[in-house]
């Protein structure tokens, strides 16, 4: 017998939303979802060529948000079609498939790549949404991170570390901008079934040893995701701030020296 799970829905209508990274995974499922909840929504992403189209109602901004430049355009971009920007969320990031080895056999270009992106670019975006959201005393920023950022393994030796910069740079700026009705939040998946994991699954034993390692045994869905930055970002969460969500089926609380369980016989 299925029990009643219980429901929660959003009203954005009015709001105004820049999403970065937002053309596939978790960014798209952000997108989406904002639209359904009446928000105007604009996406960052360095690629909208090679994905189905969004909706066309969402601001495509091309732009690498490790270009200060790019971000300051993207913020301008939204402000001049919309008005403003009431939420910004920082999500994208690069995790290549190469960039799984210790940190001697890094290269610079790789390293450079990875913080480039996935560190400066929250910031150089943070700053310019900053100065939009100061001149109206209020608005949110939250920061996409990980569970990698709490809990390591071997071959991260870049992503990880940054991801838990990432959660670092939230709650600093929730503290910096508390007294000017700015919230400051991070939402840190687990393993989320994205474009960037499935590139990567055989660096990560497979689908089914991955999925093996959270509690709940499953990998998870970006619009999981999605559903956590709604809530984090609404008026219910209003004392909320300078603090991380983990959505991560559990993997934080198991740590890695626990037992997995057995893995199910074909």
């Not at 355009?73 to 498939?97: E, Y």
Request: with cysteine; hydrophobic share 45%; charged share 20%.
């Amino acid at each position: 017998m299925t029990r009643p799970a219980g429901s929660v829905s959003y009203d954005n209508s009015g709001r105004i939303v820049l999403v970065t990274g937002g053309a596939r995974g978790i960014g798209r499922a952000i997108c989406e979802q904002w639209l359904r909840t009446g928000a105007s929504v604009a996406c960052m992403d360095r690629d909208f060529k090679s994905v189905d189209a969004l909706p066309e109602s969402i601001l495509q901004i091309c732009g690498d948000t490790s270009s200060d430049e790019d971000c300051q355009r993207a913020v301008a971009d939204t402000v001049d079609r919309f008005g403003t920007v009431d939420v910004l969320v920082n999500n994208a990031a690069v995790q290549p498939r190469d960039s799984y080895v210790p940190i001697h056999d890094y290269t610079v270009e790789l390293w450079n790549r990875i913080t480039s992106v996935n560190l400066s670019g929250y910031a150089f975006m943070a700053r310019h949404a900053l100065k939009v959201m100061l001149a109206q005393e209020s608005g949110v920023i939250c920061n996409i991170c990980s569970a990698q950022g709490h809990r390591t393994a071997r071959e991260v030796a870049a992503y990880g570390p940054i991801k838990a910069a990432n959660i670092l740079q939230a709650k600093q700026w929730g503290v910096e901008y508390a007294r000017h009705g700015i919230r400051v939040v991070s939402v840190s998946p687990g393993a989320i079934l994205t474009p960037m994991v499935q590139a990567t699954l055989d660096a990560q034993g497979g689908a089914a040893a991955l999925a093996n390692r959270a509690p709940v045994g499953r990998i998870g869905q970006p619009e999981e995701i999605a559903a956590a930055t709604l809530w984090m970002c609404s008026s219910a969460a209003s004392f909320v701030t300078a603090t991380d969500l983990l959505v991560d089926g559990g993997i934080d609380a198991l740590a890695a020296f626990a037992d997995p369980w057995p893995l199910p016989e074909n």
